[in-house]
């Protein structure tokens, strides 16, 4: 009997990845799956895919190139990447693309908001390459327009996709799913109720992209399901007091149009779902609520929003030496009944929260044990439950919150907590 469990144990550790006695991958030997790959991130001299070359390199990946219109820093010396020059929205900038030496292609290229009526060329052009795509769209309707138009040509193809990948959305879709499985089958979820909660401090040491993007959030109202009817608020307008544990403490947060309120609404068929955010100092809070009740011509104006960001950078930029980089993000599942349980993440800095949360997403696209199927899938179709803890928690590698409530720990962040 000893002989047997002993033999067991060194069958599961000798695999090409381990995984636990429950049958889930563990955290670091997914991440150990980027170890030797290529990976090209379009939009990588910005902050957020500099953010997730860097944690590709970390992992071991054997090349990271970025990708760019040609107009950011192109200075490769650091993590060994090279530059390849190519506008991911320009049809003759793509034709000359060889994808052939790429495991995997992650588009960071944004905003995305405003984008629905254009076609994914970058995404069409890894289809006919048959190269895996990973992309960190934070706009709905831009999200499911790439579903639509390429989720049959992603099954012909054989090649596996997931849209919406990074902090938020990404691993907060995760969570809920997480969150659900953990509810118990019988659950039923069009009765249950989900609140996603958000906390950055200060910009998060964002760029002028993500100043851009989130203007254009502030143009929409914030949709709100209730019990399967879709609502829609003022955004930033009331707020609530979140606690998002003892190294963020209590934070103000308001509505606002998040993807994940529509995405987990219709994937996961949860009956109630609203998403908060909310920033530090409170005069941040103030100003995005003001800026809420500008016209929405103004705000959805993508090359003004672009102007007015560069111009407020230097006043964005004192305010984060004082406010810091926190990244705070709270899933709050609720029963008719009055059950909940929830769970908490909190990173030092934004930055490399949303590299190490995307180069998740990457191990998870590529490892055969998670398998994830050809397709075009938002991160909470594309992970099955069950390895749902790997990857939050190789997501959450270097996060000092990772909390849950009403259940262990290592049932939503693995066994690397």
């Known amino acids: 009997m000893f002989s047997l469990f002993k033999f067991s144990i060194l069958s599961l550790t000798l695999l090409g990845e381990k995984v636990s006695l429950t049958g889930s991958l563990s955290p670091s030997n997914l991440l150990s799956t980027i170890s030797d790959r290529s990976f090209l991130v379009v939009g990588g001299t910005g902050r957020v895919g500099g953010s997730v070359a860097r944690s590709l390199s970390n992992n071991g990946a054997k090349r990271v190139a970025v990708g760019g219109r040609g107009g950011g820093d192109t200075t490769q010396g650091d993590y060994g990447r090279d530059y390849i020059v190519v506008d991911k929205d320009n049809a003759e900038s793509l034709v000359g693309l060889d994808l052939s030496s790429f495991d995997l292609v992650v588009n960071t290229a944004g905003p995305f908001q405003g984008k629905s009526k254009d076609s994914n060329l970058l995404m069409e052009k890894c289809l006919s390459s048959k190269v895996p795509y990973i992309d960190v769209c934070d706009d709905f309707e ?38 659900l499985h953990e509810l118990g089958e019988e659950t039923d979820p069009s009765r249950i109720s989900c609140k996603f909660q958000f906390f950055t401090a200060g910009s998060g040491n964002a760029g002028v992209t993500l100043l851009v993007a989130t203007f254009l959030i502030l143009a929409e109202r914030a949709l709100k399901v209730v019990d399967g009817v879709k609502m829609y608020e003022k955004p930033m307008d009331v707020y609530e007091t979140v606690d998002f544990g003892p190294e963020v403490g209590a934070k103000y947060v308001a509505p606002l149009n998040l993807l994940e309120t529509a995405s987990v609404a219709e994937t996961l068929k949860i009956g109630s779902v609203e998403s908060l955010f909310g920033t530090s100092p409170n005069f941040w809070n103030s100003l995005l609520g003001f800026s809420a009740k500008f016209p929405t011509s103004l705000l959805s104006n993508e090359p003004l929003m672009r102007a007015l960001s560069s111009f407020s950078m230097p006043i964005v930029r004192v305010v984060d030496k004082f406010a810091g980089a926190k990244n705070a993000m709270r899933v709050d599942l609720t029963t008719q009944d009055d059950r909940m349980v929830s769970a908490t993440y909190a990173h030092m800095d934004l930055e490399p929260c949303v590299g190490e949360c995307v180069a998740a997403f990457a191990a998870a696209t590529l490892s055969k044990e998670v398998g994830v199927r050809p397709g075009v899938w938002f991160t909470e179709e594309a992970i099955d439950a069950k390895h749902c ?29």
């Open 142 to 179: 831009t999200a499911k327009r790439a579903k639509q138009d390429f989720s049959e040509q992603a099954v012909a193809a054989n090649v596996p996709i997931i849209i919406s990948t990074g902090c938020w959305p990404g691993v907060s879709s995760l969570m809920s799913k997480a969150l």
């Open 389 to 417: 803890p790997a990857v939050l928690g190789a997501a959450a590698v270097n996060a000092f919150t990772k909390s849950t409530k009403g259940l262990p720990n290592d049932r939503i962040w693995g066994d690397n907590t």
